[in-house]
């Protein structure tokens, strides 16, 4: 059967510290694991070996003080199309333009307050998906910083996001963001207010147009494995993804693994599943 494959690449936490598994600073909160640039390394040569229909990173590329090219050197060596949006340590130094700047997004038009906001449409066979890339970095005044609840849209993408749902002629709708609505009542994590706009207008759309899936994926809040959430209605799921770094001595290997995330899209329902990135120098 057709299906439309999507990798999705989340809290990576990318240092400055190059080749020591036993840094001190390399093990970090919640034993993601920071130093080894391998894991990702490992993972461009699957996607390019997979060849997936598209690669989203869900934010926080790096963490504070690595130099964003030594992210770009293996995000650009995959071949897949990919998108990426903003996480809250990706601004612990850079400003939204310094950042656009190394990803490649200057040229892109500000939309809804940010250029990181955009939308990329995949036709396979007798389906599609919209895929809208979403920045939610702003907090409650429409300025960006590297805060890390009461996360928000800018203002002004609430009507873009009615106007991308007004002209969709797709089977699937995935909003994608750092900070997902679905973790407004999670430590607060997302601003609720904005949460519950984003679900009403979802809401009136499904109800028009119940053949059509829509659903959040974000990162963020580093679960263990794909989190599942429907506090904003069955109509309108929510999927937060785990960090793609990791210490953890249970898994493969026993050391510093990385994770991405498969969702493979078929007509009338959709697939969750999780693979780990081995890793290896």
Request: glycine share 6%; hydrophobic share 35%; aromatic share 10%.
């Amino acid at each position: 059967m057709e299906s439309i494959v999507i990798h999705v690449l989340t809290d990576l936490h990318m240092k400055d510290i190059d080749g020591n598994p036993n840094h001190v600073e390399s093990i970090g909160e919640q034993g993601l694991f920071y130093a080894v640039p391998a894991n990702f390394r490992t993972y461009a040569q699957i996607a390019n070996k997979e060849n997936p229909d598209v690669v989203l990173l869900l934010g926080d590329c790096f963490h504070g003080s690595c130099p964003p090219n030594k992210f770009m050197e293996i995000w650009e060596s995959i071949h897949s199309p990919k998108l990426l949006t903003l996480g809250n340590h990706d601004l612990d130094i850079y400003d939204s333009k310094e950042l656009a700047t190394f990803f490649g997004y200057s040229n892109q038009p500000i939309v809804a307050g940010s250029s990181f906001n955009q939308v990329y449409v995949i036709r396979k066979g007798n389906m599609s998906c919209r895929i809208i890339m979403l920045d939610s970095s702003f907090d409650e005044a429409n300025q960006q910083s590297n805060h890390w609840q009461h996360c928000k849209l800018h203002d002004a993408a609430l009507d873009w996001l009615q106007a991308q749902f007004e002209e969709n002629q797709e089977d699937y709708i995935l909003l994608c963001s750092h900070v997902s609505p679905h973790q407004f009542d999670s430590n607060h994590l997302y601003f609720e207010k904005q949460a519950k706009q984003i679900a009403t207008i979802v809401q009136a759309y499904t109800t028009l147009h119940p053949e059509v899936k829509v659903m959040s994926m974000a990162g963020h809040s580093h679960p263990e494995q794909p989190e599942h959430f429907s506090n904003l209605g069955l109509m309108f799921p929510g999927i937060v993804f785990p960090p793609m770094i990791r210490h953890r001595q249970e898994t493969p290997s026993g050391g510093p693994n990385g994770v991405y995330s498969v969702v493979e899209l078929r007509v009338g329902e959709y697939q969750v599943g999780m693979e780990w990135v081995e890793y290896r120098e």
